[in-house]
């Protein structure tokens, strides 16, 4: 069911957008609006207003705009439903009763639940190999019992668990082994090793005295049988009943006091401890047993007996961008127990893609670097630092989507991953990942912290000081890629450096359309293999020294030939974007007069030359049919032309081939660029003069507009390419 329009325009209308907003920024009253820096993407000048009258905003800076669902839907993170329940709450406006059924389940009155025997009782220490590979989370605590004893919980009540009860858990292959702790001060004996055992009461799966008054409590569990439960409210007693059983577990508050964590990180994270017990959380809430399954943390295994997913486990609450606790992950207390870690599955309320771990945490504290780890105690440990803005994925591999939200927050970005082959993996998949949204304004850093560390143990070994200098000492992307694939290849061999040079081409295609870094990546990884100059340079040397003659346009038709493919992303439409052109902004009165043709990008056609379009247009026409090799894709096009296209080009073709091949040039991108931009910046000076002679104020002012943003971009691009010149030299 949709929810009416109406309802929605009430939702925005009457939501505290500014109260909503300045949860995330500071913002001032200018005049009838409100202003301050945009929480979108980082700015120290203020460009982004709330108007209160209208309830919507819009940043100046960057063009981001909505109302109040689409500031909690982009920037909270929330889905569509979730920003509409939030708005719901905060102004009593009533959603149809259909849209809530998402987090909603029925309550049930309490089944009677009879003491077991203590005698032949399922213990929760069943052998390892008793259990599926996927329920590995069955605690393998054994306590020194006897085989006899094992069998006789086998031959009573064997338990399997379903395999696919455990693929939310299948994640954590990706979660790297922790330090294991230290033993804590404390008897063998603060493990019971009878959990039914009336000697250990808070350990029995049964409520605790703090949470129930006897006839007190069941009263209100029977006057609340019948009405609907929430999911989100369920989730936040849960995790009191964790935090609380933290405080009367000594040994499972030891392992945290052990890993350095201080008591007020407890609270502010909520960490809690998940006791022994097969069945405690329907014990403790047993009105709730929907929910609880809904939530996947009451599970069934195949015999049909329910159990709970989480059993004696340090508990992380998972929290999402409004600081509701969604989800929880736990991890046992002993080494030997895999998998180390379990979060609770997919839910109405909780999706693993999209969260990351710290993030609500970080927020609170205004962070403005961002850090991806790999673990809970990782971004623990540096929040405890003093460190704010570390962040981990649920288990999975962080996804496209999450990196462009941190991006957007800041537009440098850290990945930190161990040192070893499963942390290195993990990275270059990310980075892969990232590729795809990494813009020319955007920086994807790595750091690999020394000596096996993480920066958990790092920050406890050298201390937070020299964890900060780790971090803004992260290597760069191109740098990255460069190390990490030349201990992959044999680079005393050309073979080896031309697989290296060919993978990096690959990684470069992914690349948002119209990058720079594209072209200097590719640049960069080939002076490093031993180029002696850019090989814009050499292409240009070859070229003259093939024949000086040839004008620019003759010039561009044989770098097409010797690369086709370079066709594949428009090199106009390429330039029209990194200069900004496209993006042009004019005033009200000149943008209502301009003809769309005169707004339009430049096009192969625009610039007059008969044998230049046909060499592009024959290009694009046979790209998919060109052979691999450089010369026998030329010769495929040059069949194709036009036969006075043809004639000039054959004429030529074999010695440019020749200069280039001898010259080792690899690629022809920067050549190409800087041809076009010629070719364009003398189309538009044309065009000028024309329009001069022929006056049309409105076209005048756009094309001296575009041929200002040409000339601008094109200096920047020659201030880069000497500074890396004399970077080269020196």
């Not at 913002?27 to 207003?49: I, Q």
């Not at 009258?53 to 839907?73: E, M, P, W």
């Not at 955007?442 to 690999?448: G, H, I, P, V």
Request: charged letters at 20%; a negative charge.
């Amino acid at each position: 069911m949709s929810i009416p329009n109406h309802i929605l325009e009430q939702l925005n209308s009457q939501a505290d957008l500014i109260s909503i907003i300045g949860r995330h920024t500071t913002l001032k009253r200018a005049g009838s609006e409100f202003k301050g820096c945009c929480p979108f993407h980082g700015e120290k000048s203020p460009s982004f207003y709330v108007n209160p009258q209208k309830n919507i905003y819009h940043c100046f800076g960057c063009s981001v705009g909505g109302n109040a669902i689409s500031f909690l839907r982009d920037y909270e993170n929330l889905t569509f439903i979730e920003a509409v329940n939030e708005l719901s709450k905060q102004t009593g406006i009533e959603v149809p009763k259909e849209e809530q059924q998402n987090v909603s389940y029925q309550r049930s009155a309490p089944k009677p639940i009879a003491p077991p025997p203590v005698h032949n009782v399922p213990s929760p220490t069943i052998e390892h190999s008793k259990v599926n590979q996927s329920g590995a989370n069955q605690d393998n605590y054994q306590h020194n019992r006897q085989d006899s004893h094992q069998n006789n919980i086998a031959q009573n009540d064997q338990i399997y668990i379903d395999q696919s009860s455990y693929d939310d858990a299948q994640g954590y292959d990706n979660f790297l082994p922790l330090e294991a702790y230290d033993s804590a001060p404390y008897s063998m004996d603060s493990y019971p090793s009878e959990p039914y055992s009336s000697n250990h009461a808070d350990d029995d799966g049964y409520p605790p005295v703090w949470l129930t008054d006897n006839d007190a409590s069941m009263a209100s569990i029977d006057q609340n049988a019948d009405q609907d439960g929430n999911l989100y409210e369920l989730l936040e007693q849960i995790q009191q009943f964790y935090q609380h059983n933290l405080h009367t577990h000594p040994h499972a508050k030891q392992y945290f006091l052990s890993r350095g964590i201080t008591e007020d990180i407890f609270e502010t994270f909520g960490l809690g401890y998940a006791p022994f017990g097969w069945q405690h959380l329907e014990h403790q809430f047993p009105q709730d047993i929907e929910g609880l399954k809904a939530l996947g943390l009451v599970r069934q295994s195949d015999s049909g007996r329910d159990y709970d997913l989480l059993r004696d486990r340090v508990i992380f609450p998972i929290r999402d961008n409004q600081g509701r606790t969604i989800g929880f992950g736990g991890r046992a207390l002993d080494d030997e127990v895999k998998p180390k870690y379990i979060n609770s599955s997919d839910s109405p309320v909780f999706h693993k893609q999209h969260v990351l771990y710290g993030y609500y945490e970080s927020r609170q504290q205004r962070a403005n670097d961002w850090l991806v780890v790999e673990g809970y105690m990782d971004v623990i440990a540096l929040y405890q630092a003093g460190i704010y803005g570390a962040v981990a994925s649920m288990g999975t591999a962080i996804n496209e989507s999450q990196i462009s939200r941190l991006l957007t927050l800041n537009p440098t970005l850290t990945l930190s991953f161990d040192g070893d082959g499963a942390g290195q993996k993990a990275a270059w998949r990310t980075l892969e990942v990232a590729l795809p949204v990494l813009a020319d304004d955007k920086e994807l850093r790595f750091l690999t912290l020394p000596n096996n560390h993480d920066p958990d143990t790092f920050i406890k070994s050298q201390g937070s000081d020299a964890m900060r200098e780790q971090i803004a000492n992260a290597m760069p992307l191109s740098q990255y890629i460069f190390a990490y694939l030349s201990e992959r290849y044999d680079m005393s061999l050309a073979e080896g450096k031309a697989k290296l040079m060919s993978q990096v081409r690959s990684l470069t295609t992914a690349l948002p359309k119209g990058s720079s870094f594209r072209y200097l990546l590719n640049n960069d990884v080939y002076q490093k293999l031993g180029g002696r100059r850019s090989q814009n340079v050499e292409a240009k040397d070859a070229l003259l020294d093939f024949d000086g003659d040839m004008t620019i346009s003759q010039q561009l038709q044989l770098c097409f030939l010797f690369q086709p493919r370079a066709l594949i992303d428009d090199p106009i439409e390429s330039i029209w974007q990194q200069s900004g052109i496209n993006g042009l902004h004019l005033p009200a009165h000149i943008k209502q007069k301009a003809s769309p043709d005169t707004l339009r990008p430049l096009a192969w056609e625009d610039l007059q030359d008969a044998a230049l379009l046909d060499i592009v247009s024959t290009i694009k026409r046979c790209l998919n049919y060109l052979p691999k090799d450089a010369n026998a894709a030329a010769h495929f096009i040059l069949s194709n032309v036009k036969p006075a296209t043809q004639e000039m080009l054959s004429r030529n073709w074999g010695g440019f081939y020749k200069a280039l091949t001898a010259r080792n040039i690899l690629g022809l991108d920067g050549l190409i660029e800087e041809l076009v931009s010629q070719l364009l910046e003398r189309n538009m000076k044309k065009k000028i003069q024309e329009l001069i002679k022929n006056p049309d104020h409105i076209k005048l002012a756009i094309v001296r507009k575009q041929t200002q943003l040409l000339n601008d971009w094109l200096r920047a691009q020659q201030a880069e390419q000497s500074a890396q010149m004399v970077t080269v030299q020196s």
